[in-house]
């Protein structure tokens, strides 16, 4: 039959049945997609909780500060659709879904939570506004003496929380997920909520994942150093590879020889009793030392301290002024060795790279009568008693002692800091024709 | 397959590589437990000439206080770091090193299981508190070439340095090639001049070489007198001496006195000595700010002598400048023949160096 309202059974009977299938889907959706049956309760809305540190607790390695998961501060926000004067929050290990089993996760705790506020955060408020009552995976806030919340955007800080640890997580190890469920409720006493299985009342409801991860620990070590080197070369000629520095060839091929005297015809330099001979070294030190260091000399000539002709034994050219603690000038003719000392800076080629100085130590500098005055100061301190300080800066002493007499020192970590020093000896009309030694070891020491 | 979708295959790939390269970079980056750093630490050194045996003296702060039972001392030359490798310094020996002293928290000797680069300083674990302590140890060799050198500490609650260590830090000290070897020489030297006057205790002034006894006579001393100046540094001193002839005149003498006496008037006499003298009065006493001094026979005021060869000053060291006046008498008998009679005396300084 092909009438135009004319009735087909069979097709009547398919869009009936369609029709409701379609019905039936659409009345079970809510349930299927909400997860619960509540009386007229809303999803709350741009939903989030922000971690502080998402470092998991229980860090033998970082038990405080950022990656710790200790002392952590959750900020908790939320958009309400209705207005509310509680809320709970739930962390668990399972899952989101409201009323589902919940297990706190390990290692969580809580317990010590405190409600902190957010400028312009809305109503939820600390100091009192809003009170918390919390436990090792729950925090319950309830309206204080501040107001309720309205509807509308909601953001706060939990502080105080710890962490998760690393056994909350299953695989991988370095995602740790976990969940936390908000519910609001109309009254201050969290409405008819029980547990996390059966949250009662609530007004508005939303879950939120949260995850821990490993810390990247980022270390950073800048070890010891102490560099130090004599020579007898002038710093200024130091350029070859590098510039003004204890690897240059300079160095090496410049030991800190010193022979005293002026050569008489094509001999040997010898001394004289009319005059003061002179002979130069220069010495760098670079350290990072927190503490500084200090640079010490030793005589060879433990019995005098002076230059002598029989190994050590006497010295016909003595310290300088009776080897006293203070300087003094050498005069011509009056048998006597020393030393004098200053920092020194080479003006050609210019080190930008340098830093602090190592400061000339009495009896090897004298204010006024330095090295580079017109009469100059010596020291050779052969008196001072050995007195140990603690640290090397106050181990003082002599010249003739286990660790030396102090040349030097700083306090702070000094690089390409140079040293010029100054030997001179005279002998009288009365020292011994001979040849006269002294070996002295410069011997640097930081303080880390 | 669209131009879109692999762009987004391709930075999905490239996602999770790079957050695999991040996991595996935080597992690269982590660190070992490590204990709190020590302070205030150094190595002082007594000599830091390579290969040489030296005195460490090791000093820091303890910072964490509680049980200390042992202290590891690591020498090293790669790298300050505790938990880095440590590549032990060449040449570099603590085998023999001893315990000298210890300051702060002491009872430690050192373990046998300490090794070459490594001493374990071992007690009874007992309590201790933050603070200075001090180890000095002697005996230890230097490494073999100059250069920056590293040294670990690390404390340990137990007595053999196994469990988790309680502080830590590392010490860099420097070794270099030499001392500073300062070298003079003195040149030997001696001043010596006669004159029958030097002034100003300079040779450059001496004057004369001739003196004139006058006419002698039997009833009283001719006397005269010569002057000599000396210096030296001479270790082992000089020794001036006297040589020629008494006077004569052709074949007659006038005898030496060869034994010290004094002028005899009418004799036969001639002698000499260093010193003032009043009878006759001639001479003055050695001058100057050396100290050599005649010897005896010719040292004694009025006394005189004679002998070709004598020693007439003996220094047994060094000495600045010392003048010496010689004093010469003679006597002659009634009977003395006639004629002029000379001498020719020839001083000699001898030094010893």
């Not at chain 1, 204890?246 to 160095?251: M, R």
């Not at chain 1, 091929?253 to 130069?280: E, H, I, W």
């Not at chain 2, 204990?35 to 910072?63: C, H």
């Not at chain 2, 590392?170 to 090639?177: D, E, K, Q």
Request: glycine share 10%; aromatic share 8%; hydrophobic share 35%.
């Amino acid at each position: 039959m092909n009438n135009l309202f004319s009735f087909d059974v069979r097709m009547a009977r398919r869009v009936i049945c369609a029709m409701l299938a379609a019905l039936l889907f659409v009345s079970a959706a809510p349930a299927i997609f909400m997860g619960k049956a509540a009386a007229n309760p809303n999803q709350l809305q741009s939903r989030s909780i922000q971690m502080s540190d998402s470092a998991p607790s229980g860090n033998a390695s970082i038990t405080s500060g950022v990656g710790s998961g200790t002392s952590v501060t959750y900020r908790v926000s939320f958009t309400t659709t209705q207005a509310a004067a509680s809320l709970v929050i739930d962390f668990c290990k399972e899952d989101p879904i409201i009323g589902d089993t919940c297990t706190g996760p390990t290692g969580m705790n809580a317990a010590s939570a405190a409600i902190s506020t957010v400028a312009s955060g809305g109503n939820v408020q600390g100091g009192g506004a809003w009170t918390v009552t919390a436990g090792a995976s729950q925090v319950k806030l309830a309206q204080g003496s501040g107001s309720a919340m309205t509807a509308g955007a909601q953001q706060f800080d939990l502080t105080g929380i710890t962490n998760p640890s690393s056994s909350n997580c299953t695989s991988p190890a370095l995602a740790c997920t976990f969940y936390a469920r908000i519910y609001t409720y109309s009254g201050t006493s969290w409405g008819t909520y029980s547990s996390a299985t059966n949250v009662g009342g609530d007004e508005d409801y939303g879950g939120i994942a949260l995850s821990t991860a490993s810390a990247i620990q980022i270390t950073a070590r800048v070890q010891e150093q102490l560099t130090f080197c004599v020579s007898d070369a002038d710093p200024a000629t130091w350029a070859t590879p590098s510039n003004d520095d204890c690897a240059d060839q300079q160095v090496g091929q410049n030991p800190p020889v010193v022979t005293l005297g002026v050569a008489v015809g094509a001999g040997q330099p010898v001394l004289d009793p009319s005059r003061v001979d002179t002979g130069s070294i220069y010495s760098q030190v670079s350290t990072n030392a927190t503490h500084g260091a200090v640079i010490d000399m030793r005589n060879s000539n433990l019995l005098c301290g002076g230059l002598s002709a029989d190994s050590g034994t006497t010295c016909a050219i003595p310290a300088v002024n009776s080897g006293n603690s203070t300087g003094a000038p050498i005069a011509a003719g009056t048998a006597a060795f020393g030393m004098c000392s200053v920092t020194y800076t080479p003006s050609s080629p210019v080190d930008s790279t340098i830093v602090g100085s190592m400061t000339p130590q009495a009896p090897y500098f004298h204010s006024g009568n330095s090295c580079t005055d017109a009469t100059p100061w010596y020291g050779m301190d052969t008196t001072t008693a050995a007195a140990n300080g603690g640290a090397p800066a106050s181990n003082v002493g002599n010249v003739e002692t286990t660790f030396g007499s102090i040349v030097a020192a700083t306090t702070t970590p000094v690089h390409h800091a140079d040293n010029h020093y100054v030997f001179a000896a005279t002998p009288s009309l009365t020292t011994p024709a001979g040849i006269y030694t002294a070996n002295l070891n410069m011997i640097a020491t930081g303080t880390f | 397959m669209s131009r879109s979708t692999q762009k987004s295959r391709r930075f999905l790939v490239g996602l999770v590589v790079a957050m695999f390269v991040l996991v595996g970079v935080g597992h690269y980056l982590t660190v070992p437990v490590a204990g709190a750093q020590i302070g205030q630490r150094a190595m002082q050194l007594s000599d830091n000439e390579v290969s040489k045996t030296s005195d460490y003296l090791l000093t820091f702060n303890l910072t964490t206080p509680g049980t200390l039972g042992s202290i590891v001392v690591q020498f090293c030359s790669n790298s300050a770091l505790p938990g880095d490798p440590c590549t032990a310094s060449s040449g570099f020996d603590d085998s023999a090193a001893v315990l000298a002293s210890q300051t702060g928290q002491t009872g430690f000797t050192i373990s046998g299981a300490s090794t070459p680069n490594e001493i374990i300083l071992t007690r009874a674990p007992a309590a201790a508190t933050a603070g200075h302590v001090e180890y000095h140890f002697t005996g230890v060799t230097n490494p073999n070439a100059s250069g920056s050198y590293f040294v670990r500490v690390q404390t340990y609650a137990t007595a053999d340095a196994t469990g988790p260590e309680t502080d830590e830090g590392g010490i860099a000290y420097a070794i270099v090639n030499g001392p500073v070897q300062l070298n003079a020489e003195v040149p030997p030297y001696l001043i010596f001049c006669t004159g029958v006057t030097i002034s100003g205790l300079n040779c450059a002034n001496a004057e004369g070489d001739f003196i004139d006894f006058g006419e002698l006579s039997s009833s009283s001393a001719r006397s005269g007198s010569s002057q000599m100046l000396v210096a030296t540094n001479a270790g082992n001193g000089y020794n001036i001496t006297v040589d020629g002839t008494t006077m004569t005149s052709g074949v007659n003498v006038i005898g030496a006195l060869t034994a010290n006496d004094v002028s005899r008037p009418g004799t036969d006499q001639f002698g000499m000595n260093l010193r003032a003298n009043s009878t006759p009065a001639v001479g003055i006493n050695p001058t100057g700010p050396g100290t050599g001094v005649p010897v005896a026979n010719y040292n004694q005021p009025n006394f005189y002598q004679f002998n070709p060869g004598d020693t007439l000053v003996s220094n047994p060291t060094t000495d600045n400048y010392r003048e010496f006046t010689a004093s010469y008498i003679v006597n002659v008998p009634k009977g003395q023949a006639p004629g002029i009679y000379v001498s020719t005396l020839t001083y000699i300084a001898l030094a010893t160096f």
